[in-house]
């Protein structure tokens, strides 16, 4: 599967934005999609991730209650919706995805910048 992330861009502290990964080459069935970010000096965290069959999410205790994992059936894509951004939000966001059975994200698409300023 191939995995198309898009939506990034500068933003003001307290704005949203939408990122989305579309799949291509198979759909997510039976598969997690995650959004993770890598901000500069940092290592690579997972943000969200979401189960294609049933929609169940899990989110890292830094964003809860400010960003929204989603997915669209009919789309074939996963979307994270991010509100009251602040700028330690600032990072390159990634979309990946894995099987179900498999604990490894093993498909990754490129990653989209997200600057935040004060």
């Known amino acids: 599967v191939q995995l198309q992330a898009s939506g990034g861009g500068l933003v003001q502290a307290g704005d949203s934005l939408r990122l989305s990964c579309a799949a291509s080459?198979?759909?997510?069935?039976?598969?997690?999609t995650g959004w993770f970010r890598q901000a500069p000096g940092k290592e690579r965290e997972l943000v969200a991730d979401?189960?294609?069959?049933?929609?169940?999410?899990n989110y890292a205790a830094s964003v809860k209650g400010r960003f929204t994992i989603s997915r669209d059936h009919a789309k074939n894509t996963v979307d994270l919706q991010m509100n009251t951004l602040k700028p330690e939000d600032t990072a390159v966001y990634y979309c990946?995805?894995?099987?179900?059975?498999?604990?490894?994200?093993?498909?990754w698409g490129q990653g989209t910048l997200v600057t935040v300023s004060s």
């Open positions: 990946a995805a894995r099987s179900s059975m498999s604990r490894n994200y093993n498909h």
């Open positions: 080459g198979r759909t997510f069935t039976n598969y997690v």
């Open positions: 979401i189960t294609w069959n049933l929609g169940s999410a």
